[in-house]
């Protein structure tokens, strides 16, 4: 499985809302419901921020949403915020009972 | 909130061995998946293996196929990955990371660079 496809960087203004997709295939994204998003800032592990496609982790903003259509998937990030500033990462199972994640967008909050 | 904390992150040399630990505080660990993702310096997150709770089923990515080993014991609620064979390409941050079909804990990672 090749990684997922997400743009490398993205950026928007406070209060704005931005959108960071991520394309796989039938075999992954497209195939299954268990994408989840994972943001993190540097020199800090990963953190859970939504799962199951749609669903925020447990104190996850809901300023956050996820959805899904066909092969891709995307983060949603309302009423941006100067800490959002962070990478992003999707990851979705696949047909052979293994993980693959996409290469990561970095956010930038102008 | 689980706790994870790994270990056994060193410098090893290519063809060497390393072998990391997992362990959990406030958790019992072997009721849950756990898996192993690691980050090159600088790069993106790769999925290396996962663990069933009950060690009866291992998977692994293509790119530690036949190389990694992945473990757990019970009694001392703790996972591992035994690192052999390794290549330059190996170098990186590796989490322990609980869960299935989520990863909603994660470690600090341990670092383990392969460097002649």
């Known amino acids: 499985h090749s990684a997922l496809t997400q743009p490398a960087s993205v950026s928007g203004s406070p209060g704005q809302s931005i959108t960071i997709s991520c394309t796989g295939t039938?075999?992954?994204?497209?195939?299954?419901?268990?994408v989840s998003w994972y943001q993190q800032h540097p020199g800090e592990a990963p953190k859970l921020m939504i799962f199951d496609v749609t669903f925020r982790a447990s104190g996850v903003s809901d300023r956050f949403s996820g959805s899904k259509s066909g092969n891709t998937a995307s983060l949603t990030i309302s009423g941006l915020q100067t800490e959002d500033e962070a990478h992003y990462y999707c990851?979705?199972?696949?047909?052979?009972?293994?993980?693959?994640f996409g290469g990561g967008t970095k956010l930038t909050v102008l | 909130q689980v706790q994870l904390v790994e270990s056994g992150g060193d410098v090893a040399k290519p063809g060497g061995s390393l072998r990391l630990s997992c362990t959990a505080s406030a958790s019992n660990l072997s009721d849950y998946y756990v898996a192993w993702i690691r980050q090159a310096p600088g790069k993106g997150l790769e999925w290396v293996s996962y663990i069933s709770n009950s060690a009866i089923s291992t998977y692994y990515s293509d790119s530690v196929e036949g190389r990694f080993t992945i473990s757990r014991d019970k009694a001392k609620n703790s996972v591992y990955l035994q690192l052999n064979s390794l290549r330059a390409e190996d170098t990186g941050v590796y989490y322990c990371?609980?869960?299935?079909?989520?990863?909603?804990?994660w470690g600090q990672g341990t670092l383990v660079t392969v460097s002649s």
């Open positions: 990371v609980r869960g299935a079909l989520r990863f909603d804990s």
């Open positions: 039938s075999n992954d994204v497209g195939g299954y419901k268990y």
């Open positions: 990851s979705s199972y696949t047909n052979i009972n293994t993980w693959v």
